[in-house]
């Protein structure tokens, strides 16, 4: 009953009609030891940016040809940087632009330190309807060592403000593996948000080549990530959320009475996606593209009428590689017969081959036509996803 459950939600959440459109806006008030994503503290751009990311949008309106917008997505960066204003200039844009759902999901990624009573009206009235808020921890010493912007009280009220602006869908971000961290006080964490969200985000620690904290390892000025440490507190994450009734519904994302992610879980379903502003990558099914991560160059090239991203067309081992990530990342699996049917009999018989020595090892298991990750494999999941990937060999 369940595994039917699972694979209905599955049908549901894909469709090759619809599509995704994924707004980056690349400021940060400040830059988090961790973070490796495209983003500048500096705001002098701000002006042009917003003019280039409208010129795009324009530009880029068959990239999606007959798709129905089911999301749009303000991520960064720092999306609540932007004022209510400027958020609703660019939803307008969009609707003008491409077929809009009347539904569509749209969500704005925020600081706690930008929360406040008057700029949550400001962004609902523009037709935001999912707030994704970076809490990442409540306690200030974590918060000091990762170099955020807010404080614990700043990240507990913007819980408490967005619970009574409204929101029917929103998301806490929290980070998992801080050295240091007991995992007493990781449980503690957790149970904080509860009270607050219907979807949780909970990342590991990673330390990613040539960010603040790889740095600061290398000289000795920080504690090393602990894996075993890791690995522990993930196994609380999940405890804590099943029996508060969260989905593990994704490797990093748990949801409670169906509050999916739409946008992110239509990457993962491999429905098509633009993607907008520097860095910002798209999606078409055949060829994937990225922008310009350089915010002065991105501008001159989009208002200069000069190229402003890389194109790659997807060869069959891409994509298939790209369908055996995505799928087997959630909680709905890899379905092995839509497999089958995109990439013929034998590239099936070549993964299946792989499967038993995985479900032995209580790693995978089957449901239906359906190959999904166990709980157990889940912090494995990269592992695991990679030892079934193909070559240019198979």
Not at 90 to 105: G, H, M, R, S, T
Not at 276 to 283: D, K, V
Not at 311 to 335: A, K
Request: glycine content about 6%.
């Amino acid at each position: 009953m369940i595994a039917n459950l699972q694979i209905h939600l599955h049908s549901m959440l894909y469709n090759e009609n619809k599509a995704g459109i994924y707004i980056h806006i690349p400021f940060c008030k400040k830059a988090c030891v961790y973070c490796n994503f495209h983003f500048s503290t500096s705001l002098l751009l701000k002006p042009e940016m917003l003019k280039a990311i409208q010129q795009e949008i324009i530009e880029r309106k068959h990239y999606l040809p007959n798709k129905k917008i089911q999301s749009i997505y303000f991520g960064g960066g720092t999306p609540s940087l932007l004022s209510g204003n400027e958020v609703q200039t660019i939803i307008d844009l969009i609707q003008q632009e491409f077929i809009v759902e009347p539904d569509a999901e749209i969500t704005l990624e925020a600081n706690p330190d930008d929360i406040n009573e008057g700029y949550l009206e400001t962004i609902l009235a523009a037709g935001v309807n999912r707030i994704s808020i970076g809490i990442q921890s409540f306690d200030n010493n974590d918060l000091e060592w990762m170099n955020r912007s807010h404080d614990a009280m700043q990240a507990e009220n913007s819980l408490k403000l967005i619970a009574a602006a409204g929101f029917k869908k929103v998301t806490a971000d929290l980070i998992y593996g801080i050295p240091g961290s007991t995992h007493e006080a990781w449980r503690k964490h957790i149970e904080k948000v509860i009270p607050y969200v219907n979807h949780i985000s909970c990342y590991a620690l990673t330390v990613e080549p040539k960010t603040v904290l790889q740095h600061l390892i290398t000289k000795g000025k920080s504690l090393p990530v602990d894996e075993n440490h890791t690995a522990e507190q993930f196994e609380i994450l999940t405890a804590t959320l099943k029996s508060a009734g969260f989905e593990h519904y994704e490797i990093s994302n748990f949801a409670k009475n169906g509050a999916y992610a739409l946008h992110n879980t239509a990457y993962w379903m491999g429905n098509h996606y633009l993607g907008i502003g520097p860095s910002a990558h798209s999606y078409n099914g055949i060829e994937r593209a990225w922008n310009i991560s350089n915010n002065a160059h991105y501008v001159k090239n989009i208002l200069g009428g000069i190229s402003f991203n890389e194109i790659e067309i997807l060869t069959l081992v891409q994509q298939m590689n790209e369908m055996v990530l995505t799928s087997l990342r959630t909680m709905w699996g890899l379905d092995v017969a839509l497999f089958r049917e995109r990439f013929g009999e034998k590239n099936a018989l070549i993964l299946e081959k792989q499967f038993p020595k995985l479900i032995q090892e209580a790693l995978l298991e089957i449901k239906n036509t359906h190959v999904i990750i166990t709980e157990r494999g889940k912090f494995l999941a990269d592992g695991i996803i990679s030892n079934l990937f193909f070559d240019d060999n198979d």
